[in-house]
T-cell receptor, first 110, second 112 residues
């Protein structure tokens, strides 16, 4: 199974860009990289997914280098409401299990 | 547009009692999952299913059983509840293992 490693916590201020990096050294060829956001007392929700290079949507960008052994979630101009836990998830097609790591607690300060 | 629905949302059990958590999804997804999340921790996979009639063990399956008799439903059973099973339980579904996972709102279970 592809294991992921993320920082435990990060602090930022409103209006700043936040980059959260995830390491996944044993990512498989068929694996996609997906990021989820979780607010307290709620289930995680999908943010963005990618396979290689760069993906951008209305809320975030995902940067994946050529070797795919890491990925970086970029949140532009964060606000207080972006305070949450962010999980990096790597799909393992062979085992068909999706393992969440401990996630990164992002705290946005005023 | 319900998505993934879990019942009950809250439950208090006495040690040794049994109960079943019900998960229903209306997205025609093949894959369904049960996770548990302890305070300050990430999600740990209990059991999962890759289709109707199939189930498989996840990371922490002991003390739990599951059934997937219908494609839209995934049941999680606790035969003899223990205080260590006090947790928040999340059900989820996805079209395939590489696709977006949709989560329910969680079920808070306390075993006293």
């Amino acid at each position: 199974l592809a294991k992921t490693t993320q920082p435990i916590s990060m602090d930022s201020y409103e209006g700043q860009e936040v980059n959260i990096t995830c390491s996944h050294n044993n990512i498989a060829t068929n694996d996609y990289i997906t990021w989820y956001q979780q607010f307290p007392s709620q289930g995680p929700r999908f943010i963005i997914q990618g396979y290689k290079t760069k993906v951008t949507n209305e809320v975030a960008s995902l940067f994946i280098p050529a070797d795919r052994k890491s990925s970086t979630l970029s949140l532009p101009r964060v606000s207080l409401s972006d305070t949450a836990v962010y999980y990096c998830l790597v799909g393992d097609g062979s085992a068909r299990q999706l393992t969440f790591g401990s996630g990164t607690q992002l705290t946005v300060l005023p | 547009n319900a998505g993934v629905t879990q019942t009950p949302k809250f439950r208090v059990l006495k040690t040794g009692q049994s109960m079943t958590l019900l998960c229903a999804q209306d997205m025609n997804h093949e894959y369904m999952y049960w996770y548990r999340q302890d305070p300050g921790m990430g999600l740990r996979l209990i059991h999962y299913s890759v289709g109707e009639g199939t189930t498989a063990k996840g990371e922490v399956p002991d003390g739990y059983n599951v059934s997937r008799l219908k494609k839209q439903n995934f049941l999680l059973g606790l035969e003899s509840a223990a205080p260590s099973q006090t947790s928040v339980y999340f059900c989820a579904s996805s079209r395939d293992s590489g696709n977006t996972i949709y989560f329910g709102e969680g079920s808070w279970l306390t075993v006293v």
